[in-house]
């Protein structure tokens, strides 16, 4: 549903933030990109829908053109993302009137924004928060306001860069939880993280290094691949004791490398069995 | 802070079902007339009108002491200012301070006008949506040219809107610059005009980059600056025209002592 052929992307210093980028989403699909620091990733994020409009090459989102003025707003009907810092993504004054500002835009009446606003105060458990000024939430709900104000724009495929690096690991969980619950909704998840671990759950990932993507391919064979660290990537550190134990002939499913019970569940089952 | 927002108080009152729009001209209306009313029957009788308002809208006493609290030096500091420096009949004297009965008058009447006017105000904005004053206030805005200042009432409002949100933003990064500064042996007392250069330049940066993120959130969310809808549906009813009308009543009322 999104495709990128030969994406290149310079901001005014002239140097390509990402070059070269070819990438195809298909819907339903869940997908991390990782990458160190300033390797391009909030930049191809900005391409998703249109925010920045690729220097060379072309974004393709459901057949539109993001270079098409005509069609952008359709476009950011399709594809939402929410950034990193929540206090800079809130609009409103209440947690309400943030999350009816995307409909707003968008003209729908009165009766559907409020139908919208309604439905995703209960799918994301904010309905106390209604009236309360975002800023007085904390970090993780603030996160989860920002998801919610992409949410009422009804968008088919959202893109979540680094949403969790300024929250304590417990709230990072819960917005977690939520984007695992969107993509069981068969929403098209693009998830932008430095930490590895929480892409357990992908699909497919793309790593990216210095505007290129360097990697790519199924989540079990990117996260155990060793060239990871060469590029500042630790890799999760039970996926790493899993293909470290691999050598030595004992074998735990990528299944169970998703938490620690598991993983000793898992160890324990083998010790029975000899 | 944990709570609503303002001192927006959600209910089902008569005067929270009122458009937005009522209320608006409303309190504009009540704040001409509490400065039209000289006498005091008719200052007490606004205060009789305040308490019937506030009893129908349900709202609790606090949102009213909220309101006033405040501004409570400010009147003190008027009544006291009136009744030393008014001249008229002197009451008694200490020192070189010779209150007057005007003074007592004046300044009861001018701290009384404020609390009014602080009350009334309160009202409305506990009773009301704080977005849905905006939407009001973009309504009304509509029908002027605003073309000619190079905006619409709908940008108008989401910069209304959006300079409420954003300036605590700006304050706490000015704190929180002030703290990275001063934790790196910057010291604020002694050269203001060194301390001033330390702060601005990272705060620019900082509020610029602020700036940015909002602007890109608001794009991607759809925002374009021209006509949108809002989640309020603002339509005049029979009971906004009635209290209207009631009110003008009132006012002719009020204006004939
Ligand atoms: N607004 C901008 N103006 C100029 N250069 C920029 C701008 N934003 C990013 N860059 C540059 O583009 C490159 C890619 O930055 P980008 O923010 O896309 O990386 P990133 O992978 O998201 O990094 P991070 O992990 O820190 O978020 C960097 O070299 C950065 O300095
Ligand atoms: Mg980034």
Redesign the pocket.
Request: aromatic share 10%.
């Given at each position: 549903m999104i495709r990128l052929e030969n994406v290149s992307y310079s901001?005014?210093?002239g140097k390509p933030?990402i070059r070269d980028i070819y990438i195809e989403i298909r819907k339903g699909e869940y997908i991390g990109i990782i990458?160190r620091?300033?390797?391009?990733?909030?930049?191809l994020a900005l391409h998703f829908n249109g925010l920045l409009k690729p220097g060379k090459g072309k974004v393709m989102v459901k057949g539109m053109d993001t270079r098409d003025i005509s069609m952008l707003q359709e476009i950011r009907k399709i594809v939402g993302i929410v950034f990193q810092n929540p206090e800079t993504q809130f609009i409103g004054r209440t947690v309400e009137e943030d999350l009816a500002f995307g409909p707003e835009n968008l003209c729908l009446p009165p009766e559907e924004i409020r139908r919208r606003v309604e439905r995703v105060l209960a799918e994301i458990g904010l309905e106390n928060y209604r009236y309360h000024s975002p800023k007085t939430l904390s970090g993780g709900q603030g996160q989860c306001v920002a998801l919610a104000g992409t949410l009422t724009m009804e968008p088919e495929c959202l893109v979540f860069d680094?949403v969790s690096s300024m929250l304590d690991p417990d709230s990072g969980k819960l917005v977690l939880k939520h984007v695992k619950k969107l993509h069981e909704k068969e929403k098209t998840i693009i998830y932008i993280t430095?930490n590895l671990e929480e892409l357990h759950d992908a699909d497919r990932i793309i790593v990216m290094d210095r505007g290129r993507i360097v990697l790519e391919g199924k989540t079990e064979n990117v996260l155990s691949n060793p060239f990871l660290l060469d590029l500042g990537l630790t890799p999760p550190p039970l996926m790493d004791l899993a293909e470290r134990l691999k050598k030595h002939g004992v074998m735990i499913p990528w299944e169970k490398t998703s938490s620690p019970s598991n993983f000793a569940e898992e160890i324990c089952q083998l010790f029975l069995k000899t | 802070m944990q709570g609503p927002v303002f001192s927006f108080v959600p209910g089902d009152s008569f005067l929270h079902t009122l458009d937005p729009r009522t209320k608006l001209a409303a309190v504009m209306l009540l704040g001409i007339l509490t400065f039209r009313t000289e006498s005091f029957f008719g200052i007490v009788t606004l205060f009789v009108f305040f308490f019937a308002l506030a009893s129908i809208s349900g709202l609790p006493a606090r949102v009213f002491l909220r309101a006033v609290r405040p501004m409570i030096l400010f009147i003190i500091f008027i009544f006291f200012a009136q009744l030393f420096f008014t001249k008229g009949h002197v009451l008694t004297s200490f020192w070189i301070l010779n209150p007057s009965l005007e003074g007592l008058q004046n300044g009861l009447r001018l701290s009384a006008r404020f609390i009014l006017l602080l009350l009334f105000a309160a009202l409305m904005t506990a009773s009301t949506d704080p977005s849905a004053i905006t939407s009001g206030i973009e309504r009304m805005l509509r029908p002027l040219p605003l073309r000619w200042l190079g905006v619409n009432s709908f940008e108008l409002a989401t910069m209304m809107n959006l300079s409420i949100s954003f300036l605590p933003i700006l304050f706490e990064r000015a704190e929180r610059t002030k703290v990275a500064q001063a934790s790196r042996g910057m010291y604020f007392g002694k050269n203001p005009l060194r301390s001033v250069s330390a702060l601005a330049i990272p705060l620019i940066k900082g509020v610029i980059r602020d700036a940015e993120e909002l602007a890109l959130a608001m794009e991607s969310r759809g925002y374009q600056g021209t006509r949108r809808t809002s989640i309020h549906e603002l339509r005049m009813q029979r009971r906004d025209w009635i209290s209207l009308f009631a009110l003008i009543l009132f006012a002719d009322f009020m204006l004939r002592f």
């Amino acid at each position: 549903m999104i495709r990128l052929e030969n994406v290149s992307y310079s901001y005014s210093d002239g140097k390509p933030a990402i070059r070269d980028i070819y990438i195809e989403i298909r819907k339903g699909e869940y997908i991390g990109i990782i990458g160190r620091n300033g390797s391009g990733k909030s930049t191809l994020a900005l391409h998703f829908n249109g925010l920045l409009k690729p220097g060379k090459g072309k974004v393709m989102v459901k057949g539109m053109d993001t270079r098409d003025i005509s069609m952008l707003q359709e476009i950011r009907k399709i594809v939402g993302i929410v950034f990193q810092n929540p206090e800079t993504q809130f609009i409103g004054r209440t947690v309400e009137e943030d999350l009816a500002f995307g409909p707003e835009n968008l003209c729908l009446p009165p009766e559907e924004i409020r139908r919208r606003v309604e439905r995703v105060l209960a799918e994301i458990g904010l309905e106390n928060y209604r009236y309360h000024s975002p800023k007085t939430l904390s970090g993780g709900q603030g996160q989860c306001v920002a998801l919610a104000g992409t949410l009422t724009m009804e968008p088919e495929c959202l893109v979540f860069d680094e949403v969790s690096s300024m929250l304590d690991p417990d709230s990072g969980k819960l917005v977690l939880k939520h984007v695992k619950k969107l993509h069981e909704k068969e929403k098209t998840i693009i998830y932008i993280t430095h930490n590895l671990e929480e892409l357990h759950d992908a699909d497919r990932i793309i790593v990216m290094d210095r505007g290129r993507i360097v990697l790519e391919g199924k989540t079990e064979n990117v996260l155990s691949n060793p060239f990871l660290l060469d590029l500042g990537l630790t890799p999760p550190p039970l996926m790493d004791l899993a293909e470290r134990l691999k050598k030595h002939g004992v074998m735990i499913p990528w299944e169970k490398t998703s938490s620690p019970s598991n993983f000793a569940e898992e160890i324990c089952q083998l010790f029975l069995k000899t | 802070m944990q709570g609503p927002v303002f001192s927006f108080v959600p209910g089902d009152s008569f005067l929270h079902t009122l458009d937005p729009r009522t209320k608006l001209a409303a309190v504009m209306l009540l704040g001409i007339l509490t400065f039209r009313t000289e006498s005091f029957f008719g200052i007490v009788t606004l205060f009789v009108f305040f308490f019937a308002l506030a009893s129908i809208s349900g709202l609790p006493a606090r949102v009213f002491l909220r309101a006033v609290r405040p501004m409570i030096l400010f009147i003190i500091f008027i009544f006291f200012a009136q009744l030393f420096f008014t001249k008229g009949h002197v009451l008694t004297s200490f020192w070189i301070l010779n209150p007057s009965l005007e003074g007592l008058q004046n300044g009861l009447r001018l701290s009384a006008r404020f609390i009014l006017l602080l009350l009334f105000a309160a009202l409305m904005t506990a009773s009301t949506d704080p977005s849905a004053i905006t939407s009001g206030i973009e309504r009304m805005l509509r029908p002027l040219p605003l073309r000619w200042l190079g905006v619409n009432s709908f940008e108008l409002a989401t910069m209304m809107n959006l300079s409420i949100s954003f300036l605590p933003i700006l304050f706490e990064r000015a704190e929180r610059t002030k703290v990275a500064q001063a934790s790196r042996g910057m010291y604020f007392g002694k050269n203001p005009l060194r301390s001033v250069s330390a702060l601005a330049i990272p705060l620019i940066k900082g509020v610029i980059r602020d700036a940015e993120e909002l602007a890109l959130a608001m794009e991607s969310r759809g925002y374009q600056g021209t006509r949108r809808t809002s989640i309020h549906e603002l339509r005049m009813q029979r009971r906004d025209w009635i209290s209207l009308f009631a009110l003008i009543l009132f006012a002719d009322f009020m204006l004939r002592f």
